[in-house]
């Protein structure tokens, strides 16, 4: 008679069942900083062998945070370049249009926010205010 444990999936295998490297799109990730304000990383295409892809190209990625009222914010953006000299230089602009982009979601985010306040009807209304 098989055990209950043998019979009930283990939870914890449900979890991971659907964890799989996608072996097609595999990056060798090199970190450059300036240890003040800037981190780019260098995402490079490789085979499952661990050699360079050079059918894909390499990917730059930018990170910085900008202070907001409500703390320090994460900003990260990706870098159009094909060196990282290029990234450098090319980052600041990167950000900016990163940080204009969460600004548009958040200005979004309440714009439907201050759409779901219910206004009650004319009976309601009149009832609240006699």
Request: a negative charge; hydrophobic letters at 40%; proline letters at 6%.
């Amino acid at each position: 008679m098989p055990h209950m444990e043998d019979t009930m999936s283990n939870p914890m295998d449900q979890l991971v069942e659907g964890l799989r490297v996608d072996r097609t799109n595999l990056y060798r990730e090199d970190v450059f900083t300036d240890l003040k304000v800037a981190t780019i990383k260098k995402l490079t295409p490789i085979k499952i062998d661990g050699t360079m892809d050079t059918t894909r190209p390499v990917t730059f990625i930018g990170q910085t945070q900008i202070m907001s009222q409500m703390g320090p914010l994460p900003v990260q953006c990706t870098i159009e370049a094909t060196s990282l000299e290029q990234a450098i230089e090319r980052f600041p602009a990167a950000a900016r249009v990163a940080v204009e982009e969460m600004i548009q979601e958040a200005r979004e985010m309440q714009r439907q926010e201050m759409g779901r306040i219910v206004v009650p009807d004319a009976g309601t209304a009149s009832k609240i205010l006699s």
